[in-house]
């Protein structure tokens, strides 16, 4: 009973924020409303017993990503609306909804009446937490680890593209220099 | 009650309102948030069928594409403050140098 | 030894032509008309000495290489000096070697001396080939090559545009009756399976009647081509736009007796059909008149002597058909000489002359031509038929043939024919040598020809003399070979026919001489008589090949460029390059560069991919 009503709830919410992200023509608005439905998603995965992806979600999508973003808009006038002119909004709508509805019966169609076999053990007395780490740290161990390479290697990457003065070492330089680059 | 089908009929409206978002926007900082909606609601199919299949491998699919969402996010917006620094501008047609 | 014989007789004229050749776009070379007359007269002695070899029992047979073999098609490349052949090359190399000598001193101050040689040459190789082959397939090459040669020689000097057009006449009348002889060769292989000679003559008695009409039939037509018959006649006048050399070798001696050669050559086919032969004769004999009465009328030295020339092929076409082939290959032999020594010695008139051909502008040359006078009287007294000379016994031989076979009909016009050719030859005398001189009034001052010219002249005189008494001679050396022909007729009746025949010829002599000696030609007004317009025109014939052939033909092709070659043929390969170029345009839209552009594409394959995937369900 609670189940449905919070799914019915989610949602619709998820859906109108989003919408909301995609047809405001304010950047502000826009950006808040993305982060609304990023929590409201995670509220999607705690109803489907993923509570740590869920906390994950907040954390780094909400948290972190919609942080990005938000200093990512100081830098842009967000006064000035881009004008944008939609141009065959039948095409769009129409491609879209064909592809999404495509894609539905594409993915669940085999699944209709199909028996899956686990292929990750899920024993009861382990809490989400500890199965993860579990599943994670013995099957997925590469993936995690280049994850975590990838993630580095944004990050140096994002240094780099929006520094200056790159070549100038201030922990090699002398004394005397070190004062007149602060 | 509500079944595998929910969620993945939920997942598509959202994928396609990130399409939609997508193909619409002419500036670029809309057009990365249109990406985050496409993500997520691939997320929503993967932990539904994890949860509706007792299988883990739908969680921590979920959590890479989370991860790999974030550094996207890190590189993407690096690039477009390089652009706007660069032209002045975040709209789309200016990223057009090839005439048609 | 004789092989080898074979060898130079047919090699010589070729190896000339292509010395020549070398120099051909170089400034007049002596040493080139030189070296290939004596390759020339090379070739003639060889022919000569193949002569004395070849008697009834001996034929020299040699086959060079096997020339096409595609599955049961086997034609090899042979040749064959039998009686009838060895006559033929004796003729042609005579001919030709006067010929050579003579165009060294004609053609001297011509730019194009080299290339003349080369073509002359060329033209004997080709008329030895065909002469010599002893296939049907190998005839042809040879007629073609003589065709091809008589194209480059009439059209010698291109510049001028109505050279050109002459030469383009010749060829395709040629080419139109070559569509008849291959018809016909076609027909023999298919009937008999071969295409030698030996084997073919050897076959063609068990063909049924009708087959072997059919071949005698396509076969004359490849003839009337070559020979100039009526219809396909038209050709031979206009081609003497050529030099005069070309006229006398080609149109006199050699080429058009190609089309007599063929229907000798093929005498077992068509005496299996006698009534063919008759029509041949009908005919031949219709254009011995035809012609004779255009030459009557014309003023252009060199068409007279045209017509001439065709009005004897039609002599030499009714013994021919009627079955008298050693008699017309005599004839076609005794016409050589005497018709190439009348045309070079026009040809002297004409350098003479200035290059002059109107022969009421001359008048009176005999003072200052006299060794070229006598040898053209002496041509045309031959032409004429008047004893000793060696038209007589030939041209008599032919009207006795007509008599003996009761086509009266023939005879009679064969006897008219003969009266004609005796008046126009000594009206073209008269006209020329005797007379006002009429050149004084253009400035002209005449001069005779060089010594060595006239010295190369002397021999074809000397044959135009006394060939005719090698009659029984030739007819034993070639009835070996070729059917005997008896006559029925009393000899008193054979007498009567001579001295009829003499006396008809020498009262057109008379009375050529009467009119322009003593009454001084015609008078004017005679220029607007019907009949005389009629003939002057050639009885309208290039008109009405122009109105009813050739122009609805040339309308025909314009149409055909137009409307089917450029709107159809043209505007199809054009269509598909213009629709690949429009796709090309239009797809071009979906690399702008614009990223919206780019991502909505990225959507559409996407959702095609999908539909694809869904439809393909494995």
């Given at each position: 009973?609670?189940?449905?009503?919070?799914?019915?709830?989610?949602?619709?919410?998820?859906?109108?924020?989003?919408?909301?992200?995609?047809?405001?023509?304010?950047?502000?608005?826009?950006?808040?409303?993305?982060?609304?439905?990023?929590?409201?998603?995670?509220?999607?995965?705690?109803?489907?017993?993923?509570?740590?992806?869920?906390?994950?979600?907040?954390?780094?999508?909400?948290?972190?990503?919609?942080?990005?973003?938000?200093?990512?808009?100081?830098?842009?006038?967000?006064?000035?609306?881009?004008?944008?002119?939609?141009?065959?909004?039948?095409?769009?709508?129409?491609?879209?909804?064909?592809?999404?509805?495509?894609?539905?019966?594409?993915?669940?169609?085999?699944?209709?009446?199909?028996?899956?076999?686990?292929?990750?053990?899920?024993?009861?007395?382990?809490?989400?937490?500890?199965?993860?780490?579990?599943?994670?740290?013995?099957?997925?161990?590469?993936?995690?680890?280049?994850?975590?390479?990838?993630?580095?290697?944004?990050?140096?990457?994002?240094?780099?593209?929006?520094?200056?003065?790159?070549?100038?070492?201030?922990?090699?330089?002398?004394?005397?220099?070190?004062?007149?680059?602060? | 009650?509500?079944?595998?089908?929910?969620?993945?009929?939920?997942?598509?409206?959202?994928?396609?309102?990130?399409?939609?978002?997508?193909?619409?926007?002419?500036?670029?900082?809309?057009?990365?948030?249109?990406?985050?909606?496409?993500?997520?609601?691939?997320?929503?199919?993967?932990?539904?069928?994890?949860?509706?299949?007792?299988?883990?491998?739908?969680?921590?699919?979920?959590?890479?594409?989370?991860?790999?969402?974030?550094?996207?996010?890190?590189?993407?917006?690096?690039?477009?403050?390089?652009?706007?620094?660069?032209?002045?501008?975040?709209?789309?047609?200016?990223?057009?140098?090839?005439?048609? | 030894?004789?092989?080898?014989?074979?060898?130079?007789?047919?090699?010589?004229?070729?190896?000339?032509?292509?010395?020549?050749?070398?120099?051909?776009?170089?400034?007049?070379?002596?040493?080139?008309?030189?070296?290939?007359?004596?390759?020339?007269?090379?070739?003639?002695?060889?022919?000569?000495?193949?002569?004395?070899?070849?008697?009834?029992?001996?034929?020299?047979?040699?086959?060079?290489?096997?020339?096409?073999?595609?599955?049961?098609?086997?034609?090899?490349?042979?040749?064959?000096?039998?009686?009838?052949?060895?006559?033929?090359?004796?003729?042609?190399?005579?001919?030709?070697?006067?010929?050579?000598?003579?165009?060294?001193?004609?053609?001297?101050?011509?730019?194009?001396?080299?290339?003349?040689?080369?073509?002359?040459?060329?033209?004997?190789?080709?008329?030895?080939?065909?002469?010599?082959?002893?296939?049907?397939?190998?005839?042809?090459?040879?007629?073609?090559?003589?065709?091809?040669?008589?194209?480059?020689?009439?059209?010698?000097?291109?510049?001028?545009?109505?050279?050109?057009?002459?030469?383009?006449?010749?060829?395709?009348?040629?080419?139109?009756?070559?569509?008849?002889?291959?018809?016909?060769?076609?027909?023999?292989?298919?009937?008999?399976?071969?295409?030698?000679?030996?084997?073919?003559?050897?076959?063609?008695?068990?063909?049924?009647?009708?087959?072997?009409?059919?071949?005698?039939?396509?076969?004359?037509?490849?003839?009337?081509?070559?020979?100039?018959?009526?219809?396909?006649?038209?050709?031979?006048?206009?081609?003497?736009?050529?030099?005069?050399?070309?006229?006398?070798?080609?149109?006199?001696?050699?080429?058009?007796?190609?089309?007599?050669?063929?229907?000798?050559?093929?005498?077992?086919?068509?005496?299996?059909?006698?009534?063919?032969?008759?029509?041949?004769?009908?005919?031949?004999?219709?254009?011995?008149?035809?012609?004779?009465?255009?030459?009557?009328?014309?003023?252009?030295?060199?068409?007279?002597?045209?017509?001439?020339?065709?009005?004897?092929?039609?002599?030499?076409?009714?013994?021919?058909?009627?079955?008298?082939?050693?008699?017309?290959?005599?004839?076609?032999?005794?016409?050589?000489?005497?018709?190439?020594?009348?045309?070079?010695?026009?040809?002297?008139?004409?350098?003479?002359?200035?290059?002059?051909?109107?022969?009421?502008?001359?008048?009176?040359?005999?003072?200052?031509?006299?060794?070229?006078?006598?040898?053209?009287?002496?041509?045309?007294v031959a032409l004429a038929g008047i004893y000793p000379f060696a038209g007589f016994f030939s041209k008599d031989k032919i009207l006795e043939v007509a008599f003996n076979e009761g086509a009266y009909l023939i005879w009679f016009a064969l006897l008219i024919g003969a009266a004609l050719t005796a008046f126009y030859s000594f009206r073209l005398i008269m006209l020329v040598f005797f007379g006002e001189k009429n050149y004084e009034k253009y400035k002209i001052i005449p001069h005779e020809a060089h010594t060595y010219v006239l010295m190369a002249l002397a021999p074809l005189g000397?044959?135009?003399?006394?060939?005719?008494?090698?009659?029984?001679?030739?007819?034993?050396?070639?009835?070996?070979?070729?059917?005997?022909?008896?006559?029925?007729?009393?000899?008193?009746?054979?007498?009567?026919?001579?001295?009829?025949t003499l006396l008809v010829a020498l009262s057109g002599i008379g009375f050529a001489i009467y009119i322009y000696r003593v009454k001084g030609g015609f008078p004017p007004s005679i220029k607007d008589r019907p009949c005389y317009k009629l003939l002057i025109n050639q009885y309208y014939i290039p008109d009405i090949y122009k109105k009813y052939i050739t122009d609805p033909f040339a309308s025909f092709s314009f149409r055909a460029w137009k409307s089917i070659d450029q709107a159809i043929v043209d505007k199809s390969v054009d269509t598909i390059a213009m629709t690949l170029r429009?796709?090309?345009?239009?797809?071009?839209?979906?690399?702008?560069?614009?990223?919206?552009?780019?991502?909505?594409?990225?959507?559409?394959?996407?959702?095609?991919?999908?539909?694809?995937?869904?439809?393909?369900?494995?």
């Open positions: 009973m609670y189940e449905l009503v919070a799914f019915y709830l989610f949602a619709a919410l998820t859906i109108g924020m989003f919408c909301v992200t995609v047809f405001s023509k304010n950047a502000l608005y826009s950006m808040s409303a993305l982060a609304g439905g990023m929590i409201f998603i995670s509220g999607f995965f705690f109803l489907l017993d993923a509570e740590f992806l869920g906390v994950v979600q907040i954390i780094v999508y909400s948290g972190a990503i919609m942080a990005l973003y938000a200093f990512g808009m100081m830098f842009f006038d967000s006064t000035d609306e881009v004008k944008e002119d939609f141009v065959a909004k039948k095409t769009v709508y129409t491609l879209a909804i064909l592809s999404a509805v495509l894609i539905v019966i594409i993915l669940a169609a085999p699944l209709w009446g199909a028996h899956l076999e686990n292929a990750v053990l899920v024993t009861e007395n382990l809490g989400n937490v500890q199965s993860l780490g579990l599943a994670m740290f013995t099957n997925y161990l590469i993936a995690f680890e280049l994850s975590a390479v990838m993630l580095l290697v944004a990050m140096i990457s994002g240094i780099v593209l929006v520094s200056k003065q790159l070549d100038n070492s201030i922990t090699l330089a002398d004394e005397v220099d070190t004062q007149e680059s602060l | 009650m509500i079944g595998f089908t929910h969620y993945l009929i939920v997942a598509g409206i959202l994928f396609s309102i990130g399409l939609v978002g997508i193909l619409k926007r002419k500036n670029l900082l809309m057009l990365f948030f249109s990406t985050e909606i496409l993500l997520n609601a691939t997320n929503i199919g993967f932990v539904a069928a994890s949860k509706y299949y007792g299988d883990l491998t739908g969680q921590l699919a979920a959590f890479f594409i989370i991860a790999v969402a974030a550094s996207e996010v890190a590189v993407g917006l690096g690039l477009l403050v390089l652009w706007y620094k660069r032209t002045g501008s975040i709209n789309l047609d200016s990223l057009q140098i090839m005439r048609g | 030894m004789m092989e080898k014989l074979l060898y130079i007789a047919l090699f010589s004229p070729l190896i000339g032509s292509l010395f020549a050749g070398i120099f051909a776009t170089k400034p007049k070379l002596l040493i080139t008309g030189v070296v290939t007359s004596a390759l020339i007269g090379i070739s003639m002695i060889a022919s000569l000495m193949l002569l004395g070899y070849v008697d009834g029992v001996t034929t020299v047979n040699v086959k060079l290489f096997d020339w096409i073999s595609a599955g049961s098609f086997d034609v090899g490349f042979g040749f064959v000096v039998d009686q009838v052949s060895v006559i033929m090359m004796v003729t042609v190399t005579v001919v030709s070697t006067a010929v050579h000598v003579y165009s060294i001193g004609y053609m001297e101050k011509d730019e194009s001396f080299n290339r003349f040689f080369s073509y002359l040459s060329a033209f004997v190789f080709s008329m030895l080939i065909l002469v010599m082959s002893d296939n049907f397939l190998g005839l042809f090459i040879g007629w073609e090559g003589v065709g091809l040669c008589s194209w480059m020689l009439i059209g010698f000097w291109y510049h001028k545009e109505s050279a050109s057009w002459a030469a383009n006449e010749a060829f395709i009348m040629n080419r139109i009756a070559d569509l008849g002889m291959l018809l016909g060769i076609f027909l023999i292989y298919w009937q008999t399976g071969s295409l030698k000679y030996s084997e073919v003559f050897g076959a063609v008695g068990s063909l049924a009647p009708a087959t072997i009409s059919l071949i005698a039939i396509f076969l004359f037509i490849g003839a009337m081509g070559k020979s100039a018959q009526f219809p396909l006649h038209t050709w031979l006048a206009d081609a003497m736009e050529g030099p005069t050399p070309v006229s006398a070798l080609i149109h006199a001696a050699t080429m058009v007796t190609a089309g007599v050669y063929l229907l000798v050559r093929a005498n077992p086919i068509y005496s299996f059909v006698p009534e063919v032969g008759a029509y041949i004769a009908a005919l031949g004999a219709f254009v011995a008149i035809f012609a004779a009465t255009m030459a009557l009328v014309n003023n252009d030295l060199k068409r007279i002597i045209a017509y001439s020339t065709l009005s004897q092929l039609g002599y030499m076409f009714v013994a021919a058909g009627l079955g008298a082939y050693w008699i017309a290959l005599f004839h076609l032999m005794t016409h050589a000489f005497f018709k190439s020594l009348l045309f070079l010695g026009a040809g002297n008139v004409m350098h003479a002359m200035e290059d002059e051909l109107n022969i009421k502008k001359m008048g009176g040359l005999y003072e200052s031509m006299k060794v070229t006078a006598i040898l053209m009287v002496i041509a045309s000397a044959l135009a003399v006394v060939a005719g008494f090698f009659e029984s001679g030739f007819e034993h050396f070639v009835t070996t070979l070729l059917p005997t022909y008896s006559f029925d007729i009393a000899s008193f009746t054979a007498g009567l026919l001579i001295v009829g429009n796709i090309g345009q239009k797809a071009n839209k979906m690399q702008t560069g614009n990223l919206s552009i780019m991502l909505r594409w990225m959507v559409v394959g996407l959702v095609v991919l999908m539909i694809l995937a869904l439809i393909y369900r494995p």
